[in-house]
């Protein structure tokens, strides 16, 4: 039931290669928090980028910002700078920028006219923030301390943040803007095939993330059962 997509391998592996990178960064005198704002910025940009129905752009920022968090962490490890503040902010940024790109996607649909699609977003930032809230409280109670949590269930952030970026070059590509209508769809209007790829992607995330969810509820009953057994 603990199971993840990405596997504990492939993450230090991911998080090796990006050390390089991140040093480089510390080299310019940058330090991990102000990495950690960058991120928060690029989301930022992402979010106004999907509100402007920029699809394509929002996909890209999506999933360079996805790459771009590697490096705070990389640096305050490589520079023995990590600390209980910068895990902090770390978290609290990344959870912020989350939802900034999430209602980014809200506001897009609802410029493109597609007044339902957006209840797709707010079910997969519902159930993406849930993932993290689990980790969060079980860390803070004493169950799967470090970051042995990330590698329980199917969709951790690295997950979500590569179906979202499929969900939203797929928009960009196919479009969602009302360009046709006909007699028999539903309105008046058919659904453009970029509204449904962007559905279709935000649905997985929901899914998953609740599968995810529920694993890592499972796991910290499994710890506290052996916990008393001990």
Not at 10 to 15: D, M, N
Request: charged share 10%; with cysteine; proline share 3%.
């Amino acid at each position: 039931m603990t199971g993840s997509i990405v596997s504990p391998e492939l993450r230090a592996r991911v998080r090796g290669a990006a050390t390089p990178i991140a040093t480089g960064f510390g080299r310019l005198g940058l330090t991990p928090n102000h990495l950690t704002l960058i991120g928060f910025g690029i989301a930022i940009v992402a979010a106004w980028a999907a509100a402007q129905q920029a699809w394509l752009a929002a996909g890209l920022l999506v999933v360079f910002g996805g790459v771009f968090d590697l490096f705070d962490g990389a640096l305050a490890r490589a520079t023995g700078k990590a600390t209980k503040l910068g895990a902090f902010m770390d978290s609290v940024f990344d959870r912020a920028g989350e939802a900034i790109v999430y209602l980014g996607i809200v506001a897009g649909l609802l410029e493109s006219g597609w007044v339902g699609a957006p209840l797709f977003a707010g079910a997969a930032m519902g159930s993406a923030f849930m993932v993290s809230y689990v980790r969060a409280k079980s860390e803070s109670l004493g169950f799967t301390v470090g970051s042995g949590m990330a590698a329980v269930g199917l969709a951790p952030r690295e997950v979500r943040i590569l179906i979202l970026t499929v969900g939203l070059l797929g928009a960009g590509v196919l479009g969602t803007s009302i360009v046709s209508t006909c007699e028999t769809c539903a309105g008046g209007a058919a659904l453009p095939f970029g509204v449904l790829a962007l559905e279709a992607s935000l649905g997985l995330i929901t899914l998953l993330a609740t599968i995810t969810t529920i694993q890592r509820i499972l796991h910290v009953i499994d710890q506290s059962a052996n916990k008393e057994h001990q």
